[in-house]
């Protein structure tokens, strides 16, 4: 009586396994640093961010903890609340009518965006006709006239 090889009679068992714990693990693996790199870089940044949040930090980091003194500077400023209602005027109509299904998300950014930028424009022309003797300057040459230029 002939046998035949085992490897052609039966699928070999230690190769499948193989394959499938490929299957489950290969994209796992290949997505792996992409994820790590997002944690670290975004999540990270937020985390080092919101610590020093709380630091007497300003334009370089001071590790000095001072708490929610920051934060109670911050909302007792008049400016800051006057930004918060800007914000929230050239914003919120586009999100309602994203939260409505009328516009898509990007289309309610473009459409704050367009709206900041008419605004400024307005200001412009209204500083422009109010100040008519002001010397307006060109932004490049504002080191320069202000002494600042090496």
Not at 96 to 114: C, D, N, P, V
Not at 134 to 149: C, H, I, N, Q, Y
């Amino acid at each position: 009586m002939a046998y035949a090889h085992p490897d052609l009679t039966r699928p070999n068992m230690d190769s499948w396994r193989r394959s499938a714990l490929a299957e489950k693990w290969v994209p796992k693996l290949v997505l792996a640093p992409s994820l790590a790199a997002s944690l670290v870089f975004v999540y990270g940044f937020m985390l080092v961010t919101g610590y020093l949040s709380f630091t007497a930090s300003t334009m370089m980091p001071r590790y000095t903890f001072t708490g929610v003194a920051r934060y109670r500077d911050l909302f007792a400023n008049d400016v800051w609340w006057e930004s918060v209602w800007n914000l929230a005027w050239f914003t919120v109509p586009g999100l309602i009518r994203h939260i409505k299904g009328e516009i898509s998300l990007a289309e309610a950014a473009t459409i704050g965006a367009t709206d900041t930028r008419h605004y400024a424009k307005r200001q412009f022309t209204w500083f422009r006709h109010q100040l008519p003797e002001f010397e307006w300057v060109d932004p490049s040459e504002a080191p320069r006239r202000l002494g600042l230029a090496a």
